[in-house]
């Protein structure tokens, strides 16, 4: 997270951030990404993305990741990650019915 809004990390067409933290890292970075043009999946195991963050600030993230189109997919565990050619694979498991999913990303 960090590397990627410090500007170390160039940003990706499509991605997918999971973050177990619930705090402003993990909105904060899937936010700058989308502003830069990526297609971001923010993940959580968490009920709801930024469980953490405060009641005065979760509008704001919420309104932004919004606009910009920002997919927030709560109650998901990562299970693995596999490269696939020259993207990857990860499987997220359903934190409630145990249900596996899995997404492509660069």
């Known amino acids: 997270t960090w590397d990627v ?3 170390h990390v ?6 997918l951030l ?3 933290n ?3 890292p993990g909105p904060s970075c899937a936010e700058y990404m989308a502003t830069r043009g990526s297609k971001v999946e923010l993940v959580t195991p968490d009920r709801m993305v930024g ?6 600030t979760f509008p704001v993230f919420y309104k932004n990741l ?3 189109g920002v997919v927030m997919s709560p109650d998901r565990r990562l299970v693995e990650v596999n490269k696939q050619h020259d ?9 409630y ?3 596996l999913e899995t997404r492509i990303v660069d």
């Open 5 to 7: 809004l410090g500007g």
């Open 10 to 15: 160039n940003t990706a067409p499509h991605v």
């Open 18 to 20: 999971y973050d177990d």
């Open 22 to 24: 619930g705090k402003h």
């Open 51 to 56: 469980t953490e963050i405060g009641t005065t």
């Open 66 to 68: 919004y606009q910009l």
């Open 87 to 95: 993207r990857l694979s990860v499987t997220l498991k359903n934190e």
């Open 97 to 99: 019915n145990h249900q």
